[in-house]
């Protein structure tokens, strides 16, 4: 799976892996990092790599991103992933935890699918194939950031969704309908993590977020004040300064 991606300075690696249904312009606000070789990835079926239809699992993302390590000669990398890309950065540490040097998990949820989460994915995924993804990004674009969130931020989320291929976000949310649970594989990990969640996150709500922290046997929880599902977009100065400050202690 040859996936489109963005490649920014240089130092130590830093994967940025973003949610659905977006792409990699999501985190153009975390490119600068002083140090830090930040790369953003377009996953299978979304931005400018190429659409798989079907059913896209969590672990197939991973294994793409594995690819990615592997072709730019990275072995071990910091991985930092919000809402469906926590999940694929948490499926990546289960596979591949000899490579994680630390974890950044945003507005994302540790739990497996529930049997009417499966079924809501799922009806999601034959709606958005038969209607577009216009229509449901009109239906999703309120829950997304906060009611207060910059008019500017509101249209770029807004023109993610809006032009991510019906196919590929289909397939990736049959993928997550059968996503397991991650609450034990967090005990397990021994690296340095940062958990980070909006606080009026409408998706994954503050709870979410602590139970990742206490499971995670070495974790910081920030909770930032005001911003909704995608809190670098909306509070980039205030996510920059968590993440950095992250970023010096694993460093």
Same mark, same amino acid.
């Given at each position: 799976m040859d996936i489109a !991606?963005?490649?920014?300075?240089? %130092?130590?690696? /830093?994967?940025?892996?973003?949610?659905?249904?977006?792409?990699?312009?999501?985190?153009?606000?975390?490119?600068d990092f002083p140090g830090w070789r930040v790369i953003t990835p377009d996953l299978r079926g979304y931005g400018d790599s190429p659409v798989v239809p079907g059913r896209t699992l969590l672990s197939d993302f991973a294994n793409d991103l594995a690819e990615l390590l592997d072709k730019l000669g990275?072995?071990?990398?910091?991985?930092?992933?919000l809402s469906m890309g926590g999940q694929i950065v948490m499926e990546f540490s289960r596979? !591949?935890?000899?490579?994680?040097? %630390?974890?950044? /998990?945003?507005?994302t949820s540790a739990q497996g699918e529930t049997e009417e989460g499966k079924r809501v994915r799922n009806e999601t995924a034959d709606r958005?194939?038969?209607?577009?993804?216009?229509?449901?990004?009109d239906n999703l674009i309120g829950k997304m950031v906060a009611p207060d969130a910059?008019?500017?931020?509101?249209?770029?989320?807004?023109e993610m969704m809006r032009t991510?291929?019906?196919?590929?976000?289909?397939?990736?949310?049959?993928?997550?309908?059968?996503?397991p649970d991650y609450v034990e594989l967090l005990g397990e990990l021994a690296v340095p993590a940062l958990v980070v969640v909006g606080?009026?996150?409408?998706?994954?709500?503050?709870?979410?977020?602590e139970l990742m922290h206490d499971r995670l046997k070495d974790s910081k929880l920030v909770v930032i004040d005001g911003a909704g599902h995608l809190p670098n977009l909306e509070r980039p100065t205030e996510f920059n300064?968590?993440?950095?400050?992250?970023?010096g202690r694993v460093s």
């Open positions: !991606y963005d490649d920014f300075g240089a %130092g130590e690696p /830093l994967l940025l892996v973003h949610g659905h249904p977006f792409n990699r312009s999501m985190w153009h606000p975390q490119r990275i072995e071990r990398v910091v991985l930092a992933g596979l !591949y935890p000899e490579r994680v040097r %630390g974890l950044v /998990l945003a507005d958005i194939l038969e209607t577009g993804m216009a229509a449901e990004a910059d008019a500017a931020v509101v249209e770029h989320v807004f991510t291929q019906p196919e590929g976000a289909a397939a990736a949310l049959r993928g997550r309908a059968e996503r606080s009026v996150d409408a998706f994954t709500p503050l709870p979410d977020a300064a968590a993440l950095g400050e992250f970023l």
